[in-house]
């Protein structure tokens, strides 16, 4: 057992499934550079000096990187894709769209694709550009899975999971829970340090994880935002209020049963994610309950999202529309007072 | 003819003939109305797709676009199994999830067709990847249209394939129109094939309508990816002797223009060469046309009385594990 930051644990699974396959690579922008930045977050530092000829280090060229990674994949090989943040995944939307998730379909079954993209969101006072979640554009997609792990056991779990994958797998992680350090640490960042058992385990999609039990309310809530909920359950603990909280880990697929099983003990759901609240994955979560678990809720769904603005810059509006603990707090209690 | 055999003068004639007749036939049956989609034909393009494909391997790639059906047959997806797919039917080349604009069969190195403009010249560079990653000496031609050329996607390409140095040829048919807008109005550039100047990359203009000539400067070109000297550009000029899809008339073409490409028609010009070198009579050439209409019929009937999916088979393919949608 050893204690790593998300950063850490998930450099070592790469390191370790690039030498269990050695169909497993690299690919993206500044990731193996002999003295360079081992991607934006330092996940992939220092990893050339084992894998020399499986960093493969690109041009600024995202419709490359995702190209790329498809066609290899296509023909055996195993990419985990990287871009440096996740807003740069629109550069490259055509391919990871109407490329690499209908590959599949568009051949009959023929061709598989089993490759990764790891991509870093989350509101770090860079400003718009730099900032966005973006999981609601990519559940959208038929084809491809979407996974947002928030402890390092997660991270190495779920990262072996979809490197085994046959299908295509988005990989969102959170830049304040990287725990990068250096020059490339994180001002302001959670950078929780987590428990990764030696012996090598993966963690399968479509289960989610009870964070915190509780019997009041039922809080789904995905990457930054299960620490914040968590700090909010913390909250409304001392005012009696029992948050049960969960962690969904996978998008697509998506654990719907626990989140059924929870509210029917606490006839309330809370959905928090910091993507934006419209079309985001907690629209599709409350229909779902809607229309399948209606008659377990004794409340309206409340969901509790960043607010539908692009991420501004100053720091007083970036903390007020992202899901701050206070507010999440704040919501939960008019909620069990509704 | 050169140092060419027979038989391998022959085949291209049939295999140009093969493209000619099967874009001639799903025409008729669209105008009949018994199939469904939609098609962008290749008819006057044979001698580039054959000329381009004909020493590949099973085991090299093909990648695609919206008309690829020339490609297709010559890179040896079977006739039976595109036709089916024509008609939607389960035992088309891609069981009826693809169609028209996606036709292939990777188990003979054909990707499905990418029917985004440009969108598959970034796979072709991943798959040239992947050859080069896992030490094959397989290699990739990619198909692109002039249109296509204006893509970002096929710059970013054209870069990553040079500095990775990778099997890759990337093949330009240049048809003169993207759609109905001609190439004087979307470049300054006379030829395409200085685009490639710009990332270093060999690149060779080329008669496309001359099968003989654009095999040569295929065979160069997979020489150099097969010995691991890097990627290609070819130019290969040519016409599109139909629309850009079905209902165009062409109104944005003279027909001064259409008269004067018509006169280079790759299979009319290859035959009668074939002919006046003594390589074979019309005789034999007209047994060739015959035989390859009798396939058609065949693969017509053949794909006719084939079953079609299910309404339900919309749900399987989506992922690798069944029942995740
Ligand atoms: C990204 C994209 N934009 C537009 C289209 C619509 N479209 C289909 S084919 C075509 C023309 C392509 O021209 P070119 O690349 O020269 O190929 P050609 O049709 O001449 O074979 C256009 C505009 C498309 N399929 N994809
Ligand atoms: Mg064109």
Known sequence: MAEKSIAEALRDAIAEEMRRDETVFCIGEDIGIEGGFGGAFTVTLGLEKEFRDRMVDTPISEILIAGAATGAAMTGMRPIADVQYGDFLFCMMDQLVDETAKM???????????????????????????????????????????????????????????????????????????????????????????????????IPFGEAVIRREGTDVTIVANLLMVYNAISAAEILADEGIRCEVIDPRTLVPFDYETVYRSIRKTGRLAIVHEDVERNGWGAELAAKVASEAIYSLNAPIKRICTYNTPIPFAPVMENYVVPSVERIVEEIRNLINS | MLNFSREKLLDLYKNMVLIRKYEERIYFLFLEGIMPGTIHQSHGQEASAVGMLYDLQKTDYMTTTHRPAGHALAKGVSLKSMMAEMFAKTSGCCHGYGGAMHVGDMAVGAVPAIAIVGGGVPLGVGIALSCKMRKTDSVCVTFLGDGATNEGAVHESMNGAMIWKLPIIFAVENNLYGAS??????????????????????????????????????????????????????????????????????????????????????????????????????????????????????????????????????????YVQEGLI
């Open chain 1, 104 to 202: 599949r379909y568009m051949s009959g079954g023929e061709i598989k694709v089993p490759m990764v993209m790891r991509a870093p969101v989350g509101a770090t006072t860079r400003g718009a550009q730099h900032a966005q979640s973006l999981e609601g554009f990519f559940t959208h997609v038929p084809g491809l899975k979407v996974i947002c792990p928030s402890t390092a056991y997660d991270a190495v779990g779920l990262l072996r999971t979809a490197v085994h994958d046959d299908d295509p797998v988005i990989m969102f992680e959170h830049k304040k829970l990287y725990g990068s350090k250096g020059n490339r640490a994180e001002k302001g960042a959670l950078s929780p340090i987590g428990e990764v058992p030696d012996e090598y385990y993966t």
């Open chain 2, 181 to 318: 807008t001609s190439i004087k109005q979307t470049t300054t550039i006379e030829n395409l094939a200085e685009r490639a100047k710009a990332y270093n990359m060999p690149a060779e203009i080329v008669d496309g309508n001359d099968v003989i000539a654009v095999n040569q400067a295929a065979e160069r070109a997979i020489a150099r990816a097969r010995s691991g000297s890097g990627p290609t550009f070819l130019e290969l000029k040519t016409y599109r002797i139909g629309g850009h899809s079905r209902n165009d008339t062409c109104g944005y073409r003279t027909k001064k223009e259409e008269a004067e490409w018509a006169k280079r028609d790759a299979i009319k010009v290859f035959g009668e060469r074939l002919v006046k070198e003594k390589i074979a009579s019309r005789k034999e050439l007209n047994a060739i046309d015959e035989q390859i209409e009798q396939d058609i019929d065949e693969a017509v009937v053949y794909a006719k009385s084939e079953p079609s999916p299910v309404a339900e088979d919309a749900f399987k393919n989506v």
